[in-house]
């Protein structure tokens, strides 16, 4: 859906720190995308179309909305990142509106007054039962695309905020989890080693460096959150860049690195994951690693 490779980026000043509007944007026009094949093949697979009501827990800058939106789907999106909410909300423009954590809509209408097929996203602002619906009927696909089993205890938070989401769909409602494959399918996997080598000694009081997926992630949270699986799939998920500068860039922005930044400087971080995406740079300059990701089919019980 939209093309692999991005435009080059350059840091304005290595050792200064990125505001959070810039690292947003990196995620929305370097890293996200990256995804599309992730979301595309899920959405065929479950033939989301104009009958589909999507809920998607951190949705981040609304690529995964749009592809549905696209489709016909009327979809919400929730996410606690306030800057990749605002590019959400450049990003799907006319197709939706936007709320805050207490259900303040920004502009005109809701969900019971769009009838114009124009209007069918929404953004919220906060955690998964922000996104509760007055008067419309309750949602038939929850999504979660941010792939755990990447950083240790990065599925702590998913349980949680599926048990809030849970209640407002459908029984039967179709959930999504999505994960990283196995380290010998993803080239990506020594890259983000070197999250986990810089934060060593941080990790007793911050986790979260890397770690293989492992085979049963998915399914581990599935059974805390009581959702019954129903078929699985993998997905081929390259990650391309135009240069090492923008593949730094977009690297960052995921927050694998965050605690490798705290345990020693940006500029570390920076340098270090620069050589080790040197494997991986093409003769022309331009970085690729094959990935795979898994999904995880559910059904609500």
Same mark, same amino acid.
């Given at each position: !859906?939209?093309?692999?490779?991005?435009? %080059? %980026?350059?840091?304005?000043?290595?050792? @200064? +720190?990125?505001?959070?509007?810039?690292?947003?944007?990196?995620?929305? #026009?370097i890293q996200e995308r990256v995804l599309a094949p992730l979301h595309e093949a899920v959405f065929?697979?479950?033939?989301?179309?104009?009958?589909?009501? !999507?809920?998607?827990?951190?949705?981040?800058?609304?690529?995964?909305?749009?592809?549905?939106?696209?489709?016909?789907? %009327? *979809?919400?999106?929730v996410d606690t990142d306030r800057e990749r909410l605002a590019l959400a909300r450049e990003r799907l423009g006319p197709l939706g509106r936007s709320e805050d954590s207490v259900g303040r809509a920004e502009d005109s209408g809701g969900w019971a007054r769009d009838t114009e097929p124009a209007r069918r996203a929404r953004l919220v602002e906060g955690p998964p039962s922000a996104a509760a619906t007055t008067g419309a009927p309750p949602y038939n696909l929850l999504t979660a695309f941010h792939p755990i089993g990447c950083a240790a205890g990065d599925s702590e938070g998913l349980a949680p905020a599926?048990?809030? @989401?849970? +209640?407002l769909a459908v029984r039967g409602a179709t *959930?999504?989890?999505?994960?990283?494959?196995? +380290?010998?399918?993803?080239?990506?996997a020594p890259?983000?080693?070197?999250?986990?080598?810089?934060? #060593?000694?941080?990790?007793?009081?911050?986790?979260?460096?890397?770690?293989?997926?492992?085979?049963? =992630?998915?399914? #581990?949270?599935?059974?805390?959150?009581?959702l019954k699986p129903d078929g699985s799939g993998r997905v081929s998920c390259p990650f391309g860049y135009a240069d090492v500068d923008s593949a730094v860039r977009?690297? &960052?922005?995921?927050?694998?690195? =965050?605690?490798?930044?705290?345990?020693?400087?940006?500029?570390?971080?920076?340098?270090e994951v620069a050589e080790a995406l040197l494997p %991986?740079?093409?003769? =022309?300059?331009?970085?690729? !690693?094959?990935?795979?990701?898994?999904? &995880?089919?559910c059904v609500t019980t």
């Open positions: !859906m939209t093309p692999t490779l991005v435009r %080059h %980026h350059t840091y304005a000043a290595s050792s @200064a +720190p990125v505001d959070p509007g810039t690292r947003a944007r990196d995620w929305a #026009e065929d697979r479950l033939e989301v179309g104009a009958g589909t009501r !999507m809920l998607s827990l951190g949705c981040g800058s609304g690529l995964a909305l749009l592809a549905a939106a696209s489709r016909g789907a %009327h *979809v919400t999106g599926l048990a809030e @989401a849970v +209640p *959930v999504v989890l999505t994960g990283w494959g196995p +380290p010998e399918r993803c080239a990506t890259v983000l080693r070197v999250a986990a080598r810089l934060s #060593e000694p941080a990790r007793p009081a911050r986790p979260g460096g890397w770690r293989p997926a492992l085979r049963d =992630d998915l399914e #581990e949270v599935a059974a805390r959150a009581g977009g690297l &960052l922005s995921t927050g694998l690195f =965050d605690a490798a930044a705290r345990a020693t400087d940006r500029s570390r971080v920076e340098k %991986h740079r093409r003769p =022309d300059g331009t970085v690729w !690693m094959p990935n795979v990701f898994r999904y &995880l089919v």
